[in-house]
Nanobody, 124 residues
Framework: QVQLVESGGGSVQAGGSLRLSCAAS????????MGWFRQAPGKDREFVAA????????YYADSVKGRITISRDNAKNTVYLQMNSLKPEDTAVYYC?????????????????WGQGTQVTVSS
């Protein structure tokens, strides 16, 4: 069982930055791939970024490449999402998720555990 708690959301102006954190419980965090997804009002949940259990591989949605970086610290049981050059269209609730062996890093159905989400609002 893995419990995930996101933090770091907030309100920023366009062009600003935020760093989201996702703290995981349990001793097996390092064996899980981790992903970030987001859901804007009235829209489907979408993939943002993912990272392998070792941190050696990362994956990004085309819409965030070059602006967002995912990283992890297995010693701290934490995964991060550094978001720069934020745009109003980045406004959403951001969720982190954990997967033991994801068949597809960008698929929500690949993930076994989810956090409660943190709100990110970007104003123009």
């Amino acid at each position: 069982q893995v419990q995930l708690v996101e933090s770091g959301g907030g309100s920023v102006q366009a062009g600003g930055s935020l760093r989201l954190s996702c703290a995981a419980s349990g001793r097996t965090f390092s064996s899980y791939a981790m992903g970030w997804f987001r859901q804007a009002p009235g829209k489907d949940r979408e993939f943002v970024a993912a990272i392998s259990w070792s941190g050696g591989s990362t994956y990004y949605a085309d819409s965030v490449k070059g602006r967002i970086t995912i990283s992890r610290d297995n010693a701290k049981n934490t995964v991060y999402l550094q978001m720069n050059s934020l745009k109003p269209e980045d406004t959403a609730v951001y969720y982190c998720a954990a997967a033991r062996d994801p068949p597809g890093y960008g698929l929500g159905s690949s993930y076994d555990y989810w956090g409660q989400g943190t709100q990110v609002t970007v104003s123009s």
